[in-house]
């Protein structure tokens, strides 16, 4: 009995072992191998390290049912492209691990991602952001961090919003920095913004060699905005060299990429002290519960950091994906059978089984980590929402937030005012503009033009699409002087009375012009002849006012019947038309004679070896001895109307004064409004590129005030209200000289042929009807033997007498008898003549 019970009792405990090794068997925990390569010397290495293992622990102690669990083979990569490419060797053939998170930078990952691939093994990076390392292109490279260019968009919208159109990049001689470059260069275009000057430095630079870099800068570009693009490795050295340079000053602007943001990779305070001022771009991390308690819970003496975070979530990622596939630590096979040598070969690595069956998991997850939400996109982090940042004493101070839309303008920015380098308020750089000066401005008529061309580009600059700050600088030397200072790096633009001509063309770009001009020559009216007392003859000449005389005389004015009536009334017509044509003739004689310039044209100046006068400092003095063929020694400069007057009132005679003015239209239209009698604009004009504005070689602004120059042009109020502003008589421009003759010409007998023939033609047709009507008359009382005994002048001697006789009282009823109406022996003689008429006028009636 008792050997029964003593088997029955063995038996029992066989099978209740048995059933626990099953029951293990079946909950058993499989570890996972998985390969980390981090710089454990590095500031991203050591947080990311910490980082691993807390995500590690958090996570299983949520999953506490998993049946798989990472098992994690960390390697010091000890920041060497080499040591890291056989870290990740050793991984893959001794460890045989099933993935590789790391490595830590984009040149490690360029080399590591190869044997991934041959290798059929995810590789896993949080802080290989260079977009050189595209997983579209590395089927098995996995990002879970951002990609650099995530933040192009971000970084040319605040240089469209700050008006900025150009800008200098500086970057690392690195695959990070280098793999950027391009997609900044693409977006910089699309916003029209110019890149003058790039920069690389190698990260291995000292300070000497940074400041060296930074000069070959400030030679090479008269760019004040800066975009830094490198690791806090270099960035550390960088900024307080440039702070040493000068050039984190008022007036410089500085942005940064993400990764010399503290959030990504903290820096001493020396260095923050120097980048005061300085925007940057870098993801939002969102202040969620999770990752106060993380923080709460981070006991490192470094601040957690984005890279730290993307590393945490990296982890999560990953064991959820290995307990999806149902990995196992199976064994992998060689590509050949041959048994491994034991040294490492990077053309003949382990191929994993499980590789893509892991690959496929890890980018479906998704879930919500500490950094934000964990998606894929293509094998990269999504994007997530972009803070803006500005660098105020120790901190880094959020000023606004770019939307997470592929396509975003500028306008949706909403940025709080930044602190800028050297404590500046205002915003950099204000454009330096240089402005011509001229001598007594407030008393130079001709300051009108230039107070003119400020006032547009005022109005120019409002029309503009993005805002544009500048200033006015004052140049005391000549407009060629004044634009070379845009090669000096003196002025960033010339605003003024800049006429567009071609020598000035080769080291500047000038705008569309905002007023056309030409040249034209003034001279001094000669002595006129309005005091000569037979002016008024000249308007007829001497065989008119003869005829005129001779039809006076021949033209009877007294009313003696209808036909003296019509003559009257076409001789009436004829003395008004001639009255007003002398009145004319006359007035154009005396204007014209007011108005007959010294000269005529600029072959008569130069014939005579003349001096002429120009505008000081303008373009002229070249283009009198090159276009015009004037000699150097015969010109002469002055500064305003007042010495142009002065100068052409001394003339030529005496050497003292001037024969001409050469100038500007619109120059010397002021001065004609102001001494117009005593002046005239003679000769031919020759035309010029007008005036515009002046600006450096390629500068992208160009094209900007081009265009907004035509949209003020093009509004007639606004141009308009600007133009009475200066010029209430408004702007001439163009050959404004009058066609002046010598000799103005009197008027002839044959200017009034046709009016006389119609006159004298009339009068004789009245004569003719008379005559007949009169021998008419009397034909009937005469006798033939009254034909014998007269002659023919004797009939021509009547008639005389008859027309020429005094018949008024015919019309207004006088007594003819009356001795009063006709006193005097005279009187006597015409009243008998008269009686003998009315008795032959009565026989003659009597007869008939």
């Avoid at 209808?562 to 154009?588: E, K, P």
């Avoid at 000799?743 to 004298?760: W, Y």
């Avoid at 005094?806 to 003549?833: K, T, V």
Wanted: aromatic residues 12%; neutral net charge; contains cysteine.
């Amino acid at each position: 009995m008792g050997n029964l019970l003593r088997l029955h009792s063995s038996f029992s405990f066989l099978c209740f072992l048995l059933l626990s090794t099953w029951v293990g068997l079946l909950f058993a925990v499989e570890l996972i191998p998985i390969g980390v390569v981090l710089d454990t010397n590095s500031s991203v290495g050591t947080v990311a390290q910490s980082c691993i293992s807390m995500a590690l622990l958090d996570f299983y102690e949520r999953h506490p049912n998993y049946r798989t669990k990472l098992d994690l083979r960390i390697r010091d990569s000890e920041n060497d492209v080499v040591t890291a490419a056989s870290a990740a060797l050793d991984l893959i053939e001794n460890e045989r691990v099933h993935a590789i998170i790391g490595p830590q930078t984009s040149e490690h990952a360029k080399f590591i991602i190869e044997l991934g691939a041959k290798a059929k093994i995810p590789i896993i990076s949080f802080s290989a952001t260079s977009p050189s390392l595209s997983p579209t292109r590395n089927q098995f490279f996995i990002r879970t961090a951002q990609d650099d260019c995530s933040q192009v968009k971000a970084i040319a919208s605040i240089i469209e919003f700050y008006g900025w159109r150009e800008i200098v990049p500086i970057y690392e001689n690195t695959e990070y920095g280098k793999g950027l470059i391009p997609y900044l260069n693409d977006a910089f275009e699309a916003n029209d913004t110019r890149v003058p000057y790039r920069s690389v430095i190698d990260p291995r630079s000292n300070e000497t060699q940074i400041l060296e870099e930074l000069r070959k800068i400030a030679n090479n570009t008269r760019t004040r905005i800066f975009l830094v693009h490198m690791r806090t490795e270099l960035g550390s050295k960088f900024f307080p060299a440039a702070e040493k340079a000068g050039m984190m000053t008022e007036g410089y602007a500085w942005i940064v990429t993400e990764g010399l943001s503290s959030l990504l990779d903290p820096m001493e305070p020396e260095v923050i002290n120097s980048m005061q001022g300085v925007l940057g771009v870098r993801p939002r991390v969102p202040n969620t519960t999770r990752v106060e308690d993380f923080r709460k819970r981070w006991n490192s003496s470094t601040e957690v950091t984005l890279f730290g975070l993307w590393a945490y979530d990296t982890v999560w990622a990953l064991a959820m994906a290995v307990e999806k596939a149902g990995i196992t630590n199976s064994t992998s096979q060689k590509k050949n059978d041959t048994k491994s040598t034991g040294i490492l070969d990077f053309a003949d690595v382990r191929i994993s089984e499980t590789g893509p069956r892991l690959l496929h998991e890890i980018l479906a997850t998704k879930f919500r980590g500490l950094s934000g939400d964990f998606s894929l996109v293509n094998g990269t982090l999504e994007p997530s929402r972009l803070e803006i940042f500005n660098v105020r004493e120790q901190n880094e101070y959020i000023i606004g937030y770019c939307p997470k839309e592929e396509n975003f303008p500028y306008a949706k920015l909403k940025l709080q005012e930044p602190k800028w380098p050297g404590n500046a308020k205002e915003k950099p750089t204000k454009l330096r503009i240089g402005i011509p000066v001229r001598q007594n401005q407030n008393n130079n008529e001709f300051s009108k033009v230039e107070n003119f061309s400020f006032d547009i580009f005022d109005a120019v600059v409002k029309h503009l699409t993005f805002p544009l700050s500048y200033e006015f600088l004052q140049f005391g030397g000549t407009y060629d002087d004044l634009l070379n200072e845009i090669q000096n790096k003196t002025f960033d633009a010339v605003v003024g009375d800049i006429t567009i001509v071609a020598d000035r063309s080769k080291n500047v770009d000038f705008t569309l012009p905002f007023s056309e001009s030409s040249v034209a020559m003034v001279v001094s009216v000669k002595h006129d002849e309005r005091n000569n007392m037979w002016i008024f003859l000249k308007p007829l000449s001497w065989g008119l006012w003869l005829t005129i005389g001779a039809a006076f005389m021949l033209t009877e004015e007294r009313v003696v019947n209808n036909w003296s009536r019509f003559v009257l009334i076409i001789w009436v017509l004829v003395v008004l038309i001639i009255t007003q044509s002398y009145a004319g003739s006359l007035s154009s004689i005396l204007t014209v004679q007011s108005l007959q310039p010294a000269f005529l044209d600029v072959n008569e100046i130069k014939r005579n070896n003349y001096s002429v006068g120009y505008q000081k400092g303008s373009f002229l003095k070249g283009f009198l001895i090159e276009e015009l063929g004037f000699n150097a020694s015969k010109l002469k400069p002055y500064d305003s109307p007042e010495d142009y007057h002065h100068a052409l009132l001394l003339g030529c005679k005496n050497g003292a004064g001037v024969a001409a003015i050469f100038d500007e239209t619109l120059f010397l239209n002021l001065f004609l409004q102001k001494y117009g009698s005593r002046y005239k604009m003679v000769g031919p004009t020759y035309n010029t590129g007008g005036f515009g504005f002046a600006f450096p070689k390629k500068s992208p602004l160009v094209s900007y005030i081009s265009r907004a120059i035509l949209e003020v042009t093009e509004d007639k109020d606004k141009f308009g209200n600007i133009t009475i502003k200066y010029f209430p008589d408004g702007i001439v421009n163009g050959d404004q000289s009058d066609s002046i003759s010598s000799d103005c010409p009197s008027l002839t007998l044959k200017s009034f042929g046709g009016l006389f023939i119609i006159t004298f033609g009339t009068s004789l047709l009245c004569l003719l009807f008379y005559v007949l009507n009169f021998f008419r008359s009397k034909w009937p009382a005469m006798k033939t033997s009254f034909f014998d005994r007269i002659s023919f002048w004797m009939i021509i001697s009547h008639m005389a007498k008859y027309l020429f006789l005094d018949r008024s009282h015919l019309s207004n009823g006088n007594n003819p008898r009356d001795p009063s109406s006709s006193p005097g022996r005279n009187g006597d003689c015409m009243e008998n003549h008269q009686r003998t008429h009315n008795q032959e006028v009565d026989n003659v009636t009597v007869n008939e």
